[in-house]
C-alpha cells in the first residue's frame, strides 16, 4: 500500500522551531518529488514547498511566505522527508501535509497525501 | 505572482443538478498543469484531475475538467450525495506551485 505518515507536530511558542517528518512506505521514495502543503483551521489549502529527487538534484522551493523560516529535507535511505519550520508565527498553525508529486506514477499533480500532523503556534 | 481564483466561493445544488466549477490564473498555465482536488470534512485531499482533463483513479465519469492557458472548468455533470465537498485547483508547471481558494459545493 502506498501511504505517507506525518509526524512531529506539536504545540511551540512564537519564535520557537519545530521539525516534522513524513515517512513513505509502498513506493519508490528516492525518486519522488515531495511536498508540504498546509491548511489552517477552516481554511483553504496553502502549499508551503517541495524537494526533487536525487536526479533532480534534491531541488528545493518554498512559498514566500515561509522562505527563510522553513527548510525541507530528505533522508532517501529512511525513507523520509522533514520539513524544519523556524521562527515560527501565530499564522503559522495549521495542520500540515506531506504529499507526493504524481509524476513517479506518470500522473501530475499531487496524487498521494498523509493524514496530517497539527502544528500550533501559541505563548 | 501566480494567482488562481476560484468562482464561486460557494455553490448551493440539489443531488442530480450539474455543477460547473471555475479556475482562472492570473499568468497562463504552461502545459496545462493544473490540477483539482476534492477535500472532504476531516480528510486529506484528494487528487480529482491532472493535466487540466484527466481524471484520476477512484473517480466517475460524471467528473470531467476542461480548458486551457488561463480559463479552467471542472464540470460534475449529475451530483451525486458524496459530491458535496471543497473543491481546490492548483497549478503545478513551476514554484510556487498555488491553489485557488476553494470552492464549497454545498447542498441545497
Known amino acids: 500500500e502506498v501511504r505517507l505518515v506525518e509526524s512531529g507536530g506539536g504545540l511551540v511558542q512564537p519564535g520557537g522551531s519545530l521539525k516534522v517528518s513524513c515517512a513513505a512506505s509502498?513506493?519508490?521514495?528516492?525518486?519522488?518529488?515531495v511536498h508540504w502543503v498546509r491548511q489552517a483551521s477552516g481554511k483553504g489549502l496553502e502549499w508551503v514547498g517541495r524537494?526533487?529527487?536525487?536526479?533532480?538534484?534534491?531541488?528545493?522551493a518554498y512559498a514566500e511566505s515561509v522562505q527563510g523560516r522553513f527548510t525541507i529535507s530528505r533522508d532517501d535511505s529512511k525513507n523520509t522527508a522533514y520539513l524544519q519550520m523556524n521562527s515560527l508565527e501565530t499564522e503559522d498553525t495549521a495542520v500540515y501535509y506531506c504529499?507526493?508529486?504524481?509524476?513517479?506514477?506518470?500522473?501530475?499533480?499531487?496524487?498521494?497525501w498523509g493524514q496530517g500532523t497539527t502544528v500550533t503556534v501559541s505563548s | 505572482e501566480n494567482v488562481l481564483t476560484q468562482s464561486p466561493g460557494t455553490l448551493s445544488l440539489s443531488p442530480g443538478e450539474r455543477a460547473t466549477l471555475s479556475c482562472r490564473a492570473s499568468?497562463?498555465?504552461?502545459?496545462?498543469?493544473l490540477a483539482w482536488y476534492q477535500q472532504k470534512p476531516g480528510q486529506a485531499p484528494r487528487l480529482l484531475i491532472y493535466?487540466?482533463?484527466s481524471r484520476a483513479t477512484g473517480f466517475p465519469d460524471r467528473f470531467s475538467g476542461s480548458g486551457s492557458g488561463t480559463d479552467f472548468t471542472l464540470t460534475i455533470s449529475r451530483l451525486e450525495p458524496e459530491d458535496f465537498a471543497v473543491y481546490y485547483c492548483?497549478?503545478?508547471?513551476?514554484?510556487?506551485?498555488?491553489f485557488g481558494q476553494g470552492t464549497r459545493l454545498e447542498i441545497k
Open positions: 504529499s507526493r508529486h504524481g509524476a513517479v506514477a506518470g500522473l501530475g499533480g499531487l496524487d498521494v
Open positions: 509502498g513506493f519508490t521514495f528516492s525518486a519522488s518529488a
Open positions: 524537494i526533487r529527487s536525487k536526479s533532480n538534484s534534491y531541488a528545493t
Open positions: 499568468q497562463s498555465v504552461s502545459g496545462n498543469y
Open positions: 493535466g487540466a482533463s
Open positions: 492548483q497549478r503545478y508547471d513551476s514554484a510556487p506551485q498555488t
